[in-house]
Each structure stands twice: as C-alpha cells, then as structure tokens.
C-alpha cells in the first residue's frame, strides 16, 4: 500500500540504510497516536540528522533509530512549493521501535531536529510539519497528535516544546511570520546567546553593545532588551585579542587527551562535559572509562562523523560553541 506522506518531494527512503544493530519487532496494535519528538541538539549541527540519531539510538542497545519520520532542518529540498525541511523515512511504520516508553506499541515516533528551548522553527520546517501531519490524517495513520512529554510517564520531558498544534495550520495563514521585534522581554531561561542563536545575524556581541547597562550573566524575567535594533550593532575593533580561556566560566584544555591521561586538564575535560548534562562521574583527573563514555556521547550528538572516545582539536572546538551556546 502507497501512503501519501511517501509522496512527498522532501521525502528520502532510508529505511534499512541507516546504522543499526538488530531489528525492531513487528506491531501488534493499531497506531492511536502520533507522536511529536525534538532531538535537544541544535538544529543546524551534524548530529542533527536521522544518521546521526542512528548512531547514537544504537549506542544505547537500541537494534536502531528510534524514530519513524525525522525531520532534518538543516537539510533543504527545493519543492515546486518552496523549500522544505527533508523528510527521512527511518522505519517502516509497523514497526514497534523505541521511541516513548511503554507508549511504542501504538505510537509513531515523528522527530524534529532541533533545541526548541531555545531555537525558533523556520519557515521551510513548520511547512514540511504541516505537509507531513496532514498526509499522514489522510492516511489514517493514527487518531491524535501528542507531544512527547503527553505521553504516559514523561511530563518531566522538555520536548517537545514548540507549539506543534499551530504549526499544523502554518500554511493556512493562519500563523504570522516570525520577525524580530524592537524590543523583547525576557522569559524564563532566556540568555543573549539563545537569542542569538535563534536570530539570523545577530551576535552576543551585538546584544551587548545594544543594551548598554544590561549584565548579560544576571537577566531577569519581566526585563525589556532593544532585539531588533541589534543587527551589526557591534563593531569588532582591528587586530582584537581573542578572549583566553582562562577567563571563561568551564575553560578547555588544549592538545590531546585520551584513556589513561591524568591531571588538570582531563578535570577541565570532565567539568565542562558535567555541566552540559553528558556526565562523567566526579572530576577527579583521571581519564578512565566514564569519561572515555561521556566524550563519545558528546561526539555522537555533535561530531558523528569522529567518534573515537578522543579529546582533540576539533572536539575541543565544538565543546566550547555548545558551552558558549549554554551561556558559560
């Protein structure tokens, strides 16, 4: 049977092309609920992709990704439409995959890359969700949309937290165009380097200079800050130093460093993976198995293609841009 979310221009078959190790179980009970999944990883990062989800669901002794349908921002398709997001065809729909707990045995696993936490969903994204959801009601696949954290035990879950039920109207117009305002007030949880992150061409640096008096490291929520006026509101001076390491809040040590390595600088290494949630255990210096563990974990969302377990230049680079993108 053809199913019309098959159809779709932006969608890529890689069911059984993806890592894996085994195989998922058939169903034994009629899809009730669609559900709606964020991956937490940026979503213009290589790890944001079905691949990369792959690599890692099997790092955890799943038989392989635990999702049906990913959506890949960072990956455009040219459509007769527009551009969308791609859409990747993990696996088989009747399949039983691992996706949601005791929920999986009549639950889709739908997964939009991206941090909503912080992140903005573009444009040529909320039009493939919005595409890909009404196929999938013409299909008669599932009776309900639900977030992750709807699901039975995962209302502590933080995904997924776009307003999904809106974006299924996107092209409607029933939505307006995200533009960014003037001026914004800060929420809870917000810092100058989410704001950046989620705004084309504007720095941290930027929203600094354009709020003369705000202290970044102590916002509070209710504060108005100038947003819009902020585009290349920052001059970077000639010949500027570049800030040291030692003067951030987690500083990374330089060279290599791998199993078996100790003193102060796998402490800085196990400090900085600590607080970025891909914990190590104590900082205690020692590069042993957890730490070996915690680093490959880290690659596995943000360098799948240099999983190795070592520390070393290109990961050193990477950790500090998703510490930066934390606010330390």
């Known amino acids: 049977m053809a199913y019309a979310f098959e159809k779709l221009p932006q969608l890529v078959d890689k069911r059984g092309k993806l890592p894996k190790k085994g195989a998922y179980s ?26 990369a989800f792959a690599r890692y669901h099997v790092s955890l002794g799943w038989p392989g990704i635990g ?32 996706h949601v707990g005791n929920s999986n045995q009549f639950s889709l696993g739908i997964c939009v890359a991206g941090d909503y936490r912080t992140e903005n969903l573009d444009n040529a994204t909320k039009a493939t969700i919005d595409e890909l959801q009404e196929a999938l009601v013409r299909d008669d696949i599932g009776q309900r949309d639900k977030s992750h954290q ?11 937290v776009f307003d999904y039920q809106k974006v299924f109207a996107f092209l409607n117009g029933d939505i307006i165009l995200n533009t960014s305002p003037k001026t914004y007030v800060i929420q809870e949880g917000d810092t100058f380097w989410g704001l950046a992150n989620n705004i084309d061409g504007i720095t941290v640096n930027d929203l600094i200079v354009a709020n003369p008096g705000v202290d970044p490291k102590k916002l509070k929520v209710g504060q108005k800050i100038n947003l819009g006026i902020a585009k290349n509101a920052y001059t970077p001076k000639k010949d500027e130093p570049k800030k040291t390491q030692e003067t951030y809040k987690y500083p990374l040590p330089s060279g290599v460093l791998r199993e078996g390595n100790k003193g102060e600088s796998v402490k800085k290494l196990q400090r900085a993976l600590n607080a970025i949630y891909f914990k190590c255990g104590a900082a205690d210096g020692i590069f042993g198995a957890k730490t070996e563990d915690a680093l490959r974990r880290f690659q596995t969302v943000y360098l799948p293609y240099e999983v190795d377990g070592v520390y070393g230049p290109n990961t050193r680079k990477k950790l500090q841009a998703v510490l930066k993108s934390k606010g330390f």
């Open 26 to 51: 058939k169903r034994v009970k009629k899809i009730t609920d669609r559900v709606w999944h964020h991956s937490l990883t940026k979503s213009n990062l290589a790890g944001s992709t079905a691949e």
């Open 67 to 98: 999702y049906h349908l990913v959506i890949e921002p960072r990956n455009k398709v040219k459509t007769s439409k527009g551009l969308r997001a791609r859409i990747v065809y993990a696996n088989d729909i009747n399949l039983r995959t691992y």
């Open 150 to 160: 709807e699901m039975p035990g995962y209302s502590w879950k933080a995904c997924c």
